[in-house]
Nanobody
């Protein structure tokens, strides 16, 4: 099985920054498209950012464009989400997910593998 473990969440003031990390326990990490999703209290889980197999292509949800950056280091089996200029509405549990298919990023809950999430709270 593919195991994903997120880290880096926490409490931060509005305007601050956090970097989330997701470590994958898999030999063929570069064969997986990676994504970040989030779920705010009382809301459905939503797509945040995605990155292709070698990192050449990225995709962002409109609310985070220009503020968040997704990246990956295949040598370390790790994907990152750099979050800058954080807003209270960014408060959510952030999930790392993996799939072999790029198209799965656009399907709600469609990714094959999921981490357990790391909470991010942005205070005003």
């Amino acid at each position: 099985q593919l195991q994903l473990v997120e880290s880096g969440g926490g409490l931060v003031q509005a305007g601050g920054s956090l970097r989330l990390s997701c470590a994958a326990s898999v030999r063929t990490f570069s064969e997986y498209v990676m994504g970040w999703f989030r779920q705010a209290p009382g809301k459905e889980r939503e797509f945040v950012a995605g990155i292709s197999w070698s990192g050449g292509n990225t995709l962002y949800a409109d609310p985070v464009k220009g503020r968040f950056t997704i990246s990956r280091d295949n040598a370390k089996n790790t994907v990152y989400l750099q979050m800058n200029s954080l807003k209270p509405e960014d408060t959510a549990v952030y999930y790392c997910a993996a799939d072999r298919l790029l198209s799965k990023l656009t399907v709600r809950d469609g990714m094959a593998y999921w981490g357990k999430g790391t909470p991010v709270t942005v205070s005003s």
